[in-house]
């Protein structure tokens, strides 16, 4: 087989078209709502249990039509779920604590803390050693991106959602396609979503 190779040198008016080429590219990445999580695979081997979703369009597709739409939720989740365009969960519950490390989660918050993301909620307590974070991707005024957080001792969890977000409505899709109940409220003065633990006692910390 032979490999051809192109010189840039020898053509210069190639370079500016290529970078006008890959800024629409560039943009458009800048703007991706879909985090790279595979890094936290490796954890599987160490968890005792392991919550791996990964719904693209597609797929969505295929998953709604097995979805029954006989009660009011299944059919609020099925609407939320007609313009999604992805979602992905990996959730790893382990026996021992220290089975993973900030450095495991570092690659995510890093690219959480690019263009287009922000962060809703942070809440921390220092007693149960937890942290929820969640952050949204918005366009135009709208959300087209969410991304939670939830690193406890023995567990960690990665919610990623790609496409339009009625935050009112998210917590119809709880509970469906591998979503966990994130325990969201609507109750903040402002409109935005509060992080709620009602099962577990004990103060927390918000940190903006």
């Known amino acids: 087989m032979t490999t051809r190779t192109t010189t840039v040198k020898h053509r210069p008016w190639f370079l500016p078209l290529a970078l006008l080429a890959l800024l629409p590219a ?3 990445r800048g703007q991706d709502a879909k985090l790279r999580i595979k890094n936290l695979e490796k954890l599987a081997d160490k968890a005792a249990e392991v919550v791996d979703v ?3 369009k597609p797929m969505l597709e295929l998953a709604s039509k097995f979805m029954k739409d006989e009660d009011d939720d299944d059919a609020e989740a099925l609407a939320l779920i007609k313009d999604m365009k992805g979602i992905y969960v990996k959730s790893f519950e382990f026996d021992e604590e220290g089975e993973y ?14 263009p287009g993301w922000s962060k ?12 929820d974070e969640v952050y949204i991707m918005e366009q135009d005024g709208k959300i087209i991106g969410l991304a939670v957080i939830a690193a406890e001792p023995k567990e960690l969890t990665i919610v990623n959602i790609v496409g339009p977000i009625d935050l009112d409505k998210l917590s119809k899709l709880e509970g469906h396609l ?31």
């Open 26 to 28: 560039a943009t458009a």
């Open 54 to 56: 990964t719904l693209d």
């Open 101 to 114: 490390s900030d450095a495991d989660i570092e690659p995510i918050l890093t690219q959480l803390k690019g």
């Open 120 to 131: 809703l909620v942070d809440v921390r307590s220092k007693r149960d050693r937890e942290t």
């Open 178 to 208: 591998g979503v966990p109940h994130l325990d969201l409220d609507r109750t903040d003065p402002s409109g935005r979503p509060q992080a709620r633990k009602p099962s577990k006692e004990g103060s927390h910390e918000h940190e903006e």
